[in-house]
Nanobody, 125 residues
């Protein structure tokens, strides 16, 4: 059974940091790529970070560029999202999703078929 489980969310003050994890199981991790999305209340879900070019290029939405860093540990089948200098507008539920590929800025993807249930990040002022 394919599973993606996010963790690491919580309440943090503006300027603080969190590291999200997406632990996966039930599939061969190297055959897919994990992207990160978020959805704030009343807003559409947006892709914020992923790997493109077969996993060699880290991509970021403009809103998080320079503050967030995506990484992965293939041996642990886990993707990470390090979030620094958090802003109130980063408040959202964060999701990871499995896809065959992601394109530039994570706006395009193919074979996206599984999502985690999300982890809530709340940034207070």
């Amino acid at each position: 059974e394919v599973q993606l489980v996010e963790s690491g969310g919580g309440l943090v003050q503006a300027g603080g940091s969190l590291r999200l994890s997406c632990e996966t199981s039930g599939f061969f991790f190297d055959d897919y790529t994990i992207g990160w999305f978020r959805q704030a209340p009343g807003k559409e879900r947006e892709g914020i970070s992923c790997f493109s070019n077969g996993g060699s290029t880290a991509e970021y939405a403009e809103s998080v560029k320079g503050r967030f860093t995506i990484s992965k540990d293939n041996s642990k089948k886990t993707s990470y999202l390090q979030m620094n200098n958090l802003k109130v507008e980063d408040t959202a539920t964060y999701y990871c999703a499995r896809a065959k590929w992601y394109g530039r800025d994570c706006k395009w993807y193919g074979g996206l078929d599984y999502w985690g249930k999300g982890t809530l990040v709340t940034v207070s002022s």
